[in-house]
C-alpha cells in the first residue's frame, strides 16, 4: 500500500499528530480548595480550542452579573447549589444540571446554602494584549 492510500506522506501524518493536546483525566472530588477559581484545564498545545475552569464558591458568595459579548458559557454544577441568573431570569440548579449562557446574555451565580461546585465551559479565548502609550 502507498503512502497516498493511507491520505498522505508520513511526514503528514505525524505533523498532524504532533498538535494534538494530551488527553486529560481528573477527578475533580479530589479537588477540595474553595473560593473562587480552583481548577483550569491547562493548555498543553497552542491548539487547545476549550478553556474549563472548575469554580468552589462558598455558601451565600457570588459572582455579580457581568456580560460576555465575545462567547457562549456552559455552566455545568458538580456540587451543592446554585441560583443561576441568565438575563432576567434565576434557574436554581443542582449538581448534575447545566445551564447554557449565550454570549450577550448577562449572568450571575448565587452559591446555595452548602455553597457550590460549578464547572465554566467555553471557547479559548485569545490571550489579553497590552498595550502601552
Known amino acids: 500500500m502507498s503512502s497516498n492510500d493511507e491520505g498522505g506522506e508520513a511526514a503528514c501524518w505525524a505533523d498532524l499528530t504532533e498538535r494534538h493536546s494530551p488527553a486529560v483525566v481528573i477527578d475533580l472530588g479530589s479537588v477540595t480548595d474553595v473560593g473562587g477559581a480552583v481548577w483550569s484545564l491547562r493548555h498543553n498545545s497552542p491548539d487547545t480550542e476549550l478553556d474549563v475552569n472548575l469554580v468552589r464558591l462558598e455558601a451565600g458568595a457570588t459572582i455579580v452579573a457581568h456580560v460576555n459579548a465575545e462567547l457562549d458559557v456552559l455552566i455545568v454544577i458538580q456540587s ?50 497590552v498595550f502601552r502609550r
Open 80 to 129: 451543592g447549589s446554585a441560583g443561576v441568573l441568565i438575563d432576567d431570569e434565576t434557574h436554581d440548579l443542582l449538581p448534575g444540571m447545566l445551564a447554557f449562557v449565550p454570549k450577550g446574555a448577562t449572568r450571575a451565580i448565587a452559591a446555595g446554602e452548602a455553597g457550590c461546585g460549578y464547572l465554566s465551559v467555553h471557547r479559548r479565548r485569545p490571550p489579553l494584549e
